[in-house]
């Protein structure tokens, strides 16, 4: 009994850390694939999935399925939003690519100070943001099955 006690005391210290060190997610403005200006300070309130891709890379191809399930489930949810961020592609290639794979969620064209601010060294990236700005988890690369994660992931900070 008295051990249980303990697990639980450091659990919520643990998990209180956690929380209390979370990295602010750097704003950005970037125009988005129908031509206006999205900011991320635009979705404060709001839980916001980022996942930062290219045409040319199999890994992000690889994802599009995952990430455009992850969109249809939770647009329901107006406290949640799914932003695409391309690496730098031209409009030309990002707008083909995005009709052949059929992704109607909101894609942004990246520049080279965002993939910096978010220190993306390789894609895909992914990032989940709090209601709070702060970023909770990254995760670099993409394997199958991550979507159920970050789906878990997103629903816990809905609670």
């Known amino acids: 009994m008295q051990y249980k006690k303990i697990f639980l005391a450091v659990l919520f210290l643990a998990?209180?850390?956690v929380f209390a060190y979370a990295e602010k997610a750097p704003d950005f403005t970037l125009k988005s694939t129908n031509g206006k200006l999205v900011s991320l300070?635009?979705?404060?309130g709001k839980v916001v999935f980022l996942d930062f891709w290219a045409s040319w890379c199999p890994p992000c191809r690889a994802s599009v399925p995952a990430v455009k399930e992850l969109h249809k489930n939770m647009s329901r949810n107006r406290d949640?939003?799914?932003?695409?961020?391309?690496?730098?592609?031209?409009?030309?290639?990002?707008?083909k690519f995005m009709r052949k794979m059929g992704?109607?969620?909101?894609?942004?064209?990246?520049?080279?100070?965002?993939?910096?601010?978010?220190?993306?060294?390789g894609i895909p990236a992914f990032f989940i943001?709090?209601?709070?700005?702060?970023i909770v988890k990254k995760y670099g690369g993409y394997g199958r099955g991550m979507e159920k994660e970050w789906h878990r992931?997103?629903?816990a900070l809905l609670r």
């Open 129 to 134: 943001i709090d209601k709070r700005g702060n």
């Open 15 to 17: 998990s209180a850390a």
């Open 41 to 44: 300070s635009d979705y404060r």
């Open 103 to 121: 992704m109607d969620y909101a894609n942004l064209y990246s520049n080279n100070s965002v993939m910096r601010d978010y220190r993306i060294t």
């Open 80 to 95: 949640v939003v799914v932003l695409g961020i391309n690496s730098n592609e031209n409009e030309k290639t990002v707008m």
């Open 153 to 155: 992931e997103i629903m």
